[in-house]
């Protein structure tokens, strides 16, 4: 376990996310999943609103009323977005998140990285503000830039408001450089911010699934051909320690200390296991692998710019 920024609140290595997760199972498969999640020694679950997904959140709620924990064995992490702001306020769309999961509070609130021109002390309060009415214990951002996320703690702190505690970054054995590069550093050192590691195996490409059929993350920074390009390189690396590119993949993110927990996606109980080994592996060899892990980034990562929600809806689906 592992302790989000300075909330006090721990949270397990890994975190079990819910994009193109839960919509791909029977309801008895995920129940089985989350399951055999939290008792592998998983506590912290990741879920949000999907536009192309929009019953996620009704499917886990659910899904808590069956599994074999209670809500309060585990931490959730939600999130909220700006595709209806500031028409419907952030405290508006997590109360009707609050809804659909069928839970009065979450432990986490993930903010949307700011769109050009937003006001980002405003929006801090506004995110501070779900904290202090009790939706949530602690919140943070989603991919912001370093130098925002650092206003917004800053504004916060000055204002005796409650600061983020969390960033949500891509961040893998290619996609190293926004979180080890220097402007990160200053900020997670200076504020006592954790990192919420995300895309760790680039949709399966580092795994070896070179052309995931199903949709994976943005490829910010176009990089995703030369990312195709190194895993040869990434599995000879994992080769030298006698591990699969997977389990290389997940102790290298795991290694970093500033990193709180990494966000995974898996459809199948095995997932889970292999990913277990790779934080195994980070706690017994994490030097070993960061070592190999020098010089497979591709420094033109970039940090994913705001959304434009132009994605599809599921067809007929009336918001």
């Known amino acids: 376990m592992r302790t989000i920024g300075t909330t ?7 975190s079990l ?23 592998s020694g998983i506590r912290f679950f990741d879920v949000a609103y999907y536009r192309d997904k929009p019953h996620t959140e009704v ?21 909220v977005w700006f595709f209806d702001y500031p028409e419907r306020s952030l405290a508006a769309q997590l109360d009707a998140s609050l809804r659909r999961l069928a839970v009065e509070q979450v432990d986490v609130i993930i903010v949307e990285h700011p769109r050009e021109g937003m006001d980002v002390e405003a929006l801090a309060e506004e995110a501070a503000g779900l904290v202090t009415s009790g939706r949530a214990r ?8 370093p130098e925002l996320i650092h206003r917004a703690w800053a504004h916060c702190r000055e204002r005796g408001l409650p ?13 190293q450089n926004v979180v080890d590069g220097p402007d990160y550093a200053r900020v997670l050192a200076e504020t006592g911010i954790s990192v919420h590691a995300s895309d760790s195996l680039e949709g399966g490409i580092l795994t070896g699934t070179l052309a995931p059929v ?30 699969t590119a997977a389990e290389f993949a997940i102790a290298f993110a795991v290694s970093k200390p500033e990193v709180c927990s990494l966000l ?3 459809t199948r109980p095995d997932q889970i ?4 080994r790779g934080v195994e592996l980070a706690a017994t060899r994490g030097d070993e692998v960061r070592r190999l892990a020098a010089g497979l980034g591709i420094d033109a990562h970039e940090i994913d710019p705001p959304y434009a929600h132009a994605a599809p809806l599921t067809d007929e689906f009336v918001a």
């Open 163 to 175: 600061k983020p505690e969390l960033v949500q970054l891509k961040y893998s054995l290619v996609r």
């Open 273 to 276: 296991d292999a990913n277990l």
């Open 214 to 243: 199903r949709k994976i993350g943005l490829d910010i920074g176009g990089i995703r051909e030369e990312i195709r390009a190194r895993v040869p390189a990434i599995q000879a690396a994992a080769a030298e320690l006698g591990v």
């Open 8 to 14: 006090g609140i721990e949270v397990s290595e890994l």
């Open 59 to 79: 499917l886990f709620g659910r899904m808590l009323q069956e599994a074999s924990f209670a809500r309060e064995d585990i931490v959730l992490a939600e999130k």
């Open 138 to 145: 602690a919140w943070g951002g989603l991919n912001w830039r």
């Open 264 to 266: 995974f996606g898996a």
């Open 17 to 39: 996310g819910s994009w193109n997760t839960y919509s791909r199972l029977s309801f008895e498969a995920n129940v089985a999943l989350v399951d055999h999640a939290f008792r």
